[in-house]
């Protein structure tokens, strides 16, 4: 009996060891201008039982950030673990009239996991820079991925046939169908026909839903509204996306035990429709909660604790670090992070969870311009200087950008005033004054990497 039981023990023990020693594949799935109050599972109007049944069997976090509240800046941060000045993009990236891009020297999440001897492949918007015939910019394979099919921006003319994709250098022309399918198709055929079945792969899914122009198929926005209703066809096109997130996880399931693969999914920024942001202040391209907050799951059955809601702010930021984390990772050396690994509270195992920085946002041409949060507290802060109204970012302003300084500082308790309508700095000037600190020490760090782009 003694015998049987020690046997059992040990092939236990063998067993663990070798799934440890195995790496998982690993998917991002981050929809794009999503909202936080519009899927199902954060209690929005639409049907998305796929991305439901994620946060169900993993970890949903209620305080979920992006990196920045439009899309470029945010992606550098999810690519990167640092803040996207650091990275080089201080707005979203007009191609044709900007030198802006991630930088070349920026260690990228695909770089690392390409590193571990991962597969490496991104499917869907890029945003971070691609060349035009006036500018020649990195493309994604500079970044670390072994295969690309991307667009430099939004799907066009809209998500329906559009005709701007490209695939590792070279345009494919129109095609037919809505974005976020093709956008599956082009990872489930590189899954079908391009896998190495000997390495794990990184699956780098960016939909363009559902970010304008917004298209999808009559009979999904029928469920919503009128066909031409336009508040009908967004939720059509998150619906839709949500079926093309099915789609693909029934592929990763064929290829891989769902036990082998980590899932994550989250949303660039905000809504910029002012009734998806969960009564929070502020909309899309704002560094107010609506702008910056949305949903953020992670998915991975046996290692990531199922059916948990997480109230502990954290964000895209954390991505590469928690990757890192969760896989056994070293993080780049001698760079440093703003994101912190959330693998411990992830998990449920090691020490405590405790963010080593605050949350930092900065947006030009946001009002507020800073935001940060540390615990419950939010504050915000408006430029003490002023720079001429312009839609898009011109790179002649980083000199005041990067010296400039804050006035109007608001402080804000979320877990009270999740809408941040009541200023608190008055009657916490002690909490005001720490914060302040914090954010001018952030700030001051950040900029003093930030990309002199309009010297190059």
């Not at 992606?75 to 930088?103: E, F, P």
């Not at 799907?155 to 976020?180: D, M, T, W």
């Not at 195992?349 to 507020?368: D, N």
């Not at 909490?431 to 950040?446: E, G, P, T, W, Y």
Request: aromatic share 8%; glycine share 8%.
């Amino acid at each position: 009996m003694i015998r049987k039981f020690a046997m059992s023990l040990l092939l236990a023990l063998t067993a663990g060891s070798s799934a440890d020693a195995a790496r998982p594949n690993v998917v991002m799935l981050l929809a794009d201008d999503l909202g936080f109050k519009d899927i199902g599972c954060y209690q929005g109007p639409v049907k998305t039982p796929t991305i439901d049944s994620l946060a169900a069997k993993g970890t949903r976090f209620s305080d979920f950030y992006s990196g920045c509240a439009v899309c470029s800046p945010s992606r550098a941060t999810l690519m990167t673990g640092r803040h996207h000045i650091r990275a080089g993009v201080y707005s979203w990236i007009h191609d044709a009239s900007q030198k802006s891009h991630l930088l070349e020297r920026e260690v990228t999440l695909a770089e690392l996991l390409k590193k571990a001897g991962y597969a490496t492949v991104h499917v869907g918007k890029w945003h971070l820079g691609l060349p035009t015939p006036e500018r020649d910019k990195p493309t994604p394979d500079k970044h670390g991925f072994d295969h690309w099919f991307a667009t430099w921006n939004n799907a066009e003319p809209s998500h329906h046939n559009p005709k701007n994709f490209i695939r590792n250098g070279k345009p494919v022309g129109q095609l037919e169908g809505y974005s976020c399918q093709l956008v599956a198709d082009e990872a489930i055929n590189w899954l079908d026909g391009h896998r190495d079945s000997d390495k794990p792969f990184f699956l780098n899914v960016w939909f363009h839903e559902p970010h304008a122009p917004i298209a999808a198929p009559d009979n999904i926005v029928a469920n919503y509204g009128k066909l031409k209703d336009k508040a009908a066809i967004y939720s059509g096109t998150i619906d839709n996306t949500d079926r093309a997130v099915a789609r693909l996880l029934k592929k990763l399931r064929e290829v891989a035990p769902p036990e082998n693969t980590l899932i994550i999914y989250a949303s660039d920024n905000g809504s910029y429709r002012d009734d998806r942001t969960g009564n929070l202040r502020g909309r899309k391209g704002l560094n107010w909660e609506g702008g910056i907050r949305v949903p953020g799951i992670f998915h991975w059955p046996g290692r990531i604790r199922a059916g948990v809601v997480s109230a502990e702010p954290a964000g895209l930021v954390d991505v590469l670090p928690t990757v890192c984390g969760l896989l056994g990772l070293d993080t780049p050396k001698g760079v440093h992070l703003d994101g912190s690994d959330l693998s411990s509270l992830l998990t449920g195992r090691g020490k405590a969870f405790i963010r080593h920085q605050p949350l930092f946002w900065h947006l030009q041409k946001s009002r507020p311009i800073v935001a940060m949060r540390d615990g419950d507290y939010s504050l915000v802060a408006d430029p003490a200087y002023e720079i001429s109204s312009n839609n898009m970012f011109r790179e002649e302003w980083i000199p005041t950008i990067k010296q400039g300084t804050y006035t109007n500082y608001r402080l804000y308790n979320l877990k009270n005033d999740p809408g941040q309508n009541t200023d608190l700095g008055v009657e916490q000037p002690a909490v005001l004054k720490r914060l302040k600190a914090q954010l001018l020490k952030i700030n001051a760090s950040i900029m003093a990497d930030g990309a002199d782009w309009h010297l190059n």
